[in-house]
């Protein structure tokens, strides 16, 4: 089992920066994809950003430029740092781990981030 925590969202203006985390514990082999996921009021859940402990990076083209996805191995600890946030990256963020060569996906509780003036 693996088990995640999220935290680092809030209330914040447009313009405004955020950084999330999200620190795994458990059985965590030492090759895993995590990823940062978003789910906006009344849509479906998106992928944000992920990072392999490879250090392979991906983003979705609409935060490219203004987030950063990173992690400490050391520690199971992924990071997004969010910058020049507007309304719509307003949304729950989850964080998701997944084993190589396992079927299984983790997911944290969420954490919610809301970008308003």
């Known amino acids: 089992q693996v088990q995640l925590v999220e935290s680092g969202g809030g209330l914040v203006q447009p313009g405004g920066s955020l950084r999330l985390s999200c620190a795994a514990s458990g059985s965590i082999f030492s090759g895993n994809f995590m990823g940062w996921y978003r789910q906006p009021p009344g849509k479906a859940r998106e992928l944000v950003a992920s990072i392999t402990s490879y250090g392979s990076t991906t983003y979705r083209d609409s935060v490219k430029g203004r987030f950063t996805i990173s992690r400490d191995n050391a520690k199971n600890t992924v990071y997004l740092q969010m910058n020049s946030l507007k309304p719509e990256d307003t949304a729950l963020y989850y964080c998701?781990?997944?084993?190589?060569?396992?079927?299984?996906?983790?997911w944290g509780q969420g954490t919610q981030v809301t970008v308003s003036s």
């Open positions: 998701l781990l997944k084993n190589f060569g396992r079927s299984q996906d983790y």
